[in-house]
């Protein structure tokens, strides 16, 4: 569960005005928002999936399979493409109410340069200049063998100690499982940090670091709030409509208190800052603004007066 600020007035307000549906109210903005991992069929769903969950992403995001009932319906699409988005791919991110996009098996983006994850990461940029949408890379079978603590066994750490020592042959059962649960760079990675005198838990530390899963979750974050934004407005409207009913009056002025309207700030705010527009892309900037205008013009409201109270709990006056 998360800790929503209007949640917690809300829980307030309904002891108060003794209003059960401001209680229910207040149990949908805590919840999880709901999001989707989705994509094309072989572009590694499951195996991101697994990895979000991994690195802790259930907390205030749940991670989904896919898109389900509307009742269950995602706020959050993460797609999942490999090497460059379809017009499919194109089209779900158009249409997500918040998304982020994950270049996946980025560890096959080649080995020249920087490194695979360096490669992936610049298709990613000029990925994001095209369509306005957070796209960053992920080697998620790295971030699996990471996070999980089943992952990396016995059996694949003896492997792969047996190569850091120069081992010139496997059985081929191992080689196989180093290759469907780690690939040729995750191995890499692996015998590295062994022969720099990791031990298991720093081989996994370190493939970890080189999954790319550490610039991803902070975009999921980003996104979520957005998510969370929009529900808050949900909440609001359905609060608003409590006030035309018995006790309407009572309502009303709770909905209008401080602590309604500074609830509401936090949440614009937190939106809000996701919104970060790239200053190096003309038409990232024009698409991502476009994208942005409805949600931009509920939130600033909010901002503009939870900033009006504290200004006058401040003693602001109006200049004469």
């Known amino acids: 569960m998360v800790e929503s600020p209007l949640a917690d007035v809300f829980r307030a307000g309904a002891d108060t005005l003794d209003q059960p549906a401001l209680r229910r109210l207040a149990a949908d903005l805590d919840a999880p928002i709901r999001a989707a991992v989705t994509g094309r069929p072989g572009a590694g769903r499951d195996t991101v999936r697994r990895a979000l969950r991994g690195v802790g992403v259930g907390g205030e995001v749940e991670v989904k399979a896919g898109p389900a009932g509307d009742s269950d319906a995602p706020e959050l699409e993460i797609r999942v493409f490999v090497e460059e988005l379809t ?38 940029r000029r990925i994001e200049r095209r369509t306005g949408v957070p796209t960053r890379p992920l080697a998620a079978l790295l971030a699996v063998a990471g996070s999980d603590p089943d992952a990396l066994d016995r059996e694949l750490l003896d492997g792969l100690r047996a190569l850091a020592g120069g081992a010139a042959r496997l059985p081929a059962r191992l080689r196989r499982r180093l290759c469907a649960e780690l690939d040729v760079f995750g191995v890499a990675v692996a015998v590295r940090a062994l022969r720099c005198g990791a031990d298991r838990a720093g081989v996994r530390a370190e493939l970890l670091r080189a999954s790319g899963v550490a610039d991803l979750t902070p975009e999921i974050a980003r996104a979520g709030g957005v998510a969370r934004y929009r529900r808050v407005l949900a909440a609001v409207a359905a609060a608003e409509r409590l006030a035309t009913g018995p006790h309407g009056d009572a309502i009303a002025r709770f909905l209008a208190g401080d602590e309604v309207v500074l609830a509401r700030m936090a949440h614009a705010a937190e939106a809000a800052g996701a919104a970060q527009i790239p200053d190096d892309d003309a038409a990232a900037q024009l698409r991502r603004a476009v994208a942005w205008q409805r949600v931009a013009r509920d939130w600033a409201p909010d901002i503009v007066r939870g900033s009006l109270r504290l200004w006058t709990r401040a003693g602001g006056r109006p200049a004469r």
């Open 87 to 124: 017009g499919e791919d194109r089209a779900a991110l158009a249409h997500a109410p918040a998304a982020v996009a994950v270049m996946t098996k980025a560890d096959l983006a080649g080995f020249g340069g920087a490194g695979p994850l360096a490669a992936a990461a610049a298709r990613c």
